[in-house]
């Protein structure tokens, strides 16, 4: 059998790569139901160009293998624990892209229809890695963990199958465990709903005036300054989100955290976005960020509103200053004192911001 196949690896802050040149080769409205591995691309009203991989991590890296035969390759090896197939046609090129950047690397594959298989094996445990928020200065935290398989070959279009969905990440996707929810979880949750009350002007809601002040928090947290610093790091008061667009990880980039309403269950809304930029970053015990909220705007795709263009709710960036020291005693386990003071919030949210700022740590540092 003829083949021939790139091997990458795709590093990536959005959960996985995508896969362009290769279009549904049925209805783009027939959904892979029910899987956890891929979906068409971009999950957007624009014109479809290819598929979305989801990987376990948030952040790779990704090894992939993607590889053109002339015949059906057979069943897959049971290594593989997550297996979706897909009839596609091909535009000539396959490439494999990170989701912002771009193309990585490319597979001439001639115009036609073929089936695409894409299996992965690791997802569990680089979604474990990821959220243990390892020392980004060890090399061995950034060796792939999530392996991919994209095969293609020639064949008529049929519909798409699951041929396996073993791994304990898909299955807790697809059934998600009940969450262990910590004491500061209901206090925190009130404080959300009266933020959204705010926000959207509702009954009960409080007028957001132009005066400001201060909050100062003291935690005393579980884990080591290195562990705790890159989890905590991510955090901005709103632990409801449920997506990100930009980087919360570089000095000087906007990250726009989705202000997902806080029920944590039911259709997708949200009143805006929370903004940080990070000013400072001195790892692994102290760090700068300007905070600001973006509220909700009437915006479509065909009405674009970039949000780098939306107005803001505060006139100037409030600004969080986050320092963490170890404080157990010799040969106790390791816990840390976290100082946090979030300068220059609107004085009606500081009681509420502090209660949001309480929990996101705490769910941030348990993790």
């Not at 930009?246 to 944590?264: F, H, I, K, N, Q």
């Not at 976290?338 to 300068?343: A, D, E, P």
Request: net charge negative; proline share 9%; glycine share 8%.
């Amino acid at each position: 059998m003829d083949r021939r196949e790139v091997t990458v690896n795709i590093e990536s802050s959005h959960g996985g790569f995508v896969i362009e040149g290769m279009v549904p080769a049925l209805s783009a409205s027939q959904a892979i139901e029910d899987n956890t591995l891929v979906r068409w691309w971009p999950d957007t009203d624009a014109e479809l160009s290819g598929f979305f991989a989801s990987g376990g991590s948030q952040w790779g890296p990704f090894a992939i293998t993607a590889r053109l035969s002339d015949d059906d390759p057979g069943d897959p090896d049971g290594r593989w624990e997550d297996i979706v197939e897909v009839s596609v046609t091909a535009m000539g090129e396959m490439s494999l892209n990170e989701v912002v950047e771009g193309y990585v690397a490319s597979l001439q594959v001639p115009s036609g229809t073929y089936r695409m298989r894409l299996a992965a094996r690791g997802r569990t445990e680089g979604y474990e890695r990821s959220t243990s928020f390892p020392d980004e200065d060890e090399p061995e935290d950034w060796e792939a963990l999530e392996h991919f398989l994209v095969e293609v070959w020639p064949a008529a279009a049929t519909p798409a199958v699951i041929l396996r969905q073993d791994s304990r990440h898909a299955r807790e996707l697809l059934d998600p465990p009940e969450p262990v929810r910590p004491s500061e979880h209901e206090p925190g949750l009130q404080a959300a709903r009266a933020l959204v009350r705010d926000l959207r002007r509702q009954p009960g809601s409080r007028p957001i005036p132009g005066d400001v002040g201060d909050i100062s928090l003291d935690l005393d947290l579980p884990g080591t300054p290195t562990t705790l610093f890159n989890r905590l790091r991510y955090t901005f008061a709103w632990p409801p989100c449920r997506g990100v667009s930009g980087s919360g990880d570089r000095v000087g980039r906007p990250a726009y955290y989705d202000a997902t309403l806080p029920e944590l269950e039911g259709a997708y809304d949200s009143v805006g976005h929370i903004v940080t930029t990070l000013l400072e970053l001195h790892g692994p015990r102290h760090l700068v960020m300007a905070w600001n909220w973006v509220p909700e705007v009437d915006a479509s795709p065909s009405r674009p509103y970039p949000l780098d263009q939306r107005p803001r709710l505060l006139t100037e960036d409030s600004v969080v200053t986050m320092t963490i020291t170890a404080s157990a005693a010799p040969g106790d386990a390791p816990r840390c004192a976290v100082h946090l003071q979030h300068r220059g919030v609107p004085t009606v949210w500081r009681t509420d911001l502090a209660a949001l700022w309480t929990w996101h740590m705490t769910i941030q540092s348990e993790r």
